[in-house]
């Protein structure tokens, strides 16, 4: 009995497929999912390469993680749906690469509201065939799928996003935003930010000032600068020592030398 893998959309035989234990397992969790099923399957196929299958075992390994966050399953169905949407909205757009992380579906989960017991699930516009996502929505999509774990990435990030919700002309499009994204990156590694400890609070606050005073068009990156703090001082080293500060020092030492040996002689 052949059977086509909704997930990675490999066909094999259903003895193959429970022979493997990544798969049995994924089929398993899969089927035991609920109304979670349809949306998390579609959800998997994001992280699908355009060229290749998903493996059973990365498969299992997303599923996992989706399970294990622990959220109201009426709203990681609409979670779900909203990030496959986007998604989808990016690949019509000619941007073929697969999702990395869950970074995107967290934030999407928080930014819905939380339901009463009892309620039914939340409706999203994406929930629904005939439309899709907002460009909100995909640029929070394509700016989550660039950014990963990055500090620096996050914070640019999250002041494009910022940017994107003024009323400016000449806004980049939402698809192509972590092209602009990449150039605001450069534009700051080129300057001093460069360790998060030091840096991350002073690239906020450098979105702020930004935020505060754009009007018009969508700025450059090189107007971010102005805005971008000096860092904070530090206790720089002493100047090291010169040929007569040594020679003070040896004489100093060699005095005392000659009065130990004076004392030590006297007694």
């Not at 999509?141 to 640019?156: F, H, N, P, Q, S």
């Not at 980049?172 to 990156?185: K, V």
């Not at 040594?246 to 004076?262: L, N, Q």
């Amino acid at each position: 009995m052949k059977l086509r893998c909704p997930v990675c959309h490999s066909s094999n035989s259903l003895e193959a497929f429970t022979a493997d234990d990544a798969g049995r397992e994924l089929l398993l969790l899969l089927a035991g999912s609920g109304p979670l099923f349809r949306p998390l399957v579609g959800y998997l196929g994001c992280f699908r390469p355009a060229t290749r299958d998903l493996s059973h075992d990365r498969a299992l390994r997303l599923t996992r993680d989706v399970l294990d966050l622990g959220a109201d399953p009426r709203l990681l169905v609409a979670a779900l749906i909203e990030t496959t949407e986007a998604m989808r909205a990016k690949r019509d757009h000619g941007d073929v690469r697969p999702l990395k992380n869950h970074n995107y579906l967290r934030r999407v989960l928080e930014s819905l509201p939380a339901l009463a017991p009892g309620s039914a699930a939340i409706q999203t516009t994406s929930a629904l065939p005939a439309q899709r996502p907002s460009k909100a929505a995909l640029l929070d999509a394509v700016l989550a799928g660039w950014a990963g774990d990055d500090w620096l990435r996050i914070e640019i990030a999250h002041g494009l996003q910022a940017l994107y919700a003024l009323p400016l002309t000449l806004r980049p499009d939402a698809d192509a935003i972590d092209r602009t994204a990449a150039l605001w990156e450069r534009e700051l590694r080129r300057s001093t930010v460069k360790v998060e400890a030091i840096d991350r609070d002073r690239v906020q606050r450098a979105f702020s000032g930004l935020l505060s005073s754009v009007e018009g068009k969508f700025p450059e990156p090189a107007q971010l600068l102005p805005h971008l703090p000096a860092r904070a001082a530090t206790n720089k080293l002493a100047a090291p020592a010169n040929d007569n500060d040594i020679a003070k020092g040896k004489a100093f030492f060699a005095d005392i030398a000659d009065r130990i040996g004076s004392d030590t002689e006297s007694r």
